[in-house]
């Protein structure tokens, strides 16, 4: 793409963090923008700053593990502004922590549902239309976990390795079948957003049955830290620029640094040497490497 001027482009996960940076980011570029997300107050303060700030925007409030629900944020981003040019498949949620025996099947069903179903359905809903009038890009934010798997973090590592096996397919299919459609997967390291506060978004229905216990002092401590690592982490707008530069240059990997590069570097010799999977700790501790 030469320009996104007067395109439009629809944004999952798109009333905070990294999502909000990106309909501000190709808003500024002079892009038709359609917000999703599930947080209705988050959403109506998204789509208020965005028009104050002149551009032209809606909101769609969507759950996107539901089908029914992606398909409807589709017709009424068609309805609204006739055709759809970027589509940022965002939303994500990072639940489901701890050692992978006291996971409930609640935490599965929920990490999935959002950020594996949540791309299959996007992509079911809007591909078709981007492949259609040939002139449109996919986003599908993945993350450096699904590059390599930490430790306390088994659903969300293996949402991320899905997400990146789905981009990966889908840009080779397209590719190989001569469409100017074009695909992006962002694999952020860590990124200043809230995902670390996910929960305030767990459908009831697939909260944990059980009461967890009062934490540890060594658990508070914990996550003091990892709130202090996020607050000072890359700015969601600097990611915003390199996702708006990947689409107008047609680049499918993008990373936001190179923290964890060596870590999964070692991943991919103990593969190709068929050894045991190098020891790391968790994504906090090997960011402080």
Not at 123 to 140: M, N, Q, R, T, Y
Not at 253 to 268: A, G, H, K, N, Q
């Amino acid at each position: 793409m030469e320009s996104l001027h007067g395109k439009a482009a629809v944004i999952t996960g798109g009333a905070s963090g990294m999502g909000r940076a990106f309909a501000d980011r190709f808003a500024k570029a002079g892009m038709r923008i359609v917000v999703a997300d599930i947080e209705q107050g988050a959403l109506d303060a998204a789509v208020e700053e965005l028009r104050g700030s002149g551009a032209e925007a809606i909101g769609v409030r969507t759950d996107v593990s539901s089908e029914d629900d992606m398909r409807s944020l589709a017709q009424r981003a068609l309805d609204e502004f006739g055709q759809v040019n970027v589509v940022c498949l965002n939303a994500g949620v990072s639940g489901g922590n701890g050692p992978i025996e006291t996971l409930s099947a609640a935490d599965w069903q929920w990490t999935l549902g959002v950020n594996v179903w949540g791309i299959i359905h996007g992509i079911a809903a809007f591909l078709p239309h981007l492949k259609e009038h040939g002139d449109g890009h996919v986003v599908i934010s993945a993350s450096i976990a699904g590059l390599t798997s930490f430790p306390g973090a088994a659903p969300y590592n293996t949402s991320k390795h899905a997400a990146i096996a789905i981009a990966e397919t889908m840009f080779s299919e397209l590719r190989d079948a001569g469409s100017t459609v074009g695909v992006t997967c962002l694999c952020p390291g860590i990124v200043n957003t809230r995902i670390i506060e996910s929960e305030r978004n767990r459908p009831e229905e697939l909260r944990r049955p059980h009461i967890p216990a009062d934490p540890t002092p060594q658990q508070i401590e914990t996550h003091k830290a990892v709130l202090e690592i996020f607050g000072q982490a890359k700015p969601p707008h600097e990611v915003a620029d390199l996702v708006y530069d990947a689409v107008l240059e047609k680049r499918f990997c993008v990373f936001t640094d190179e923290v964890y590069t060596p870590s999964i570097i070692e991943r991919l010799d103990s593969i190709r040497d068929r050894v045991d999977p190098p020891a790391r700790g968790s994504l906090i501790e090997v960011y402080f490497r």
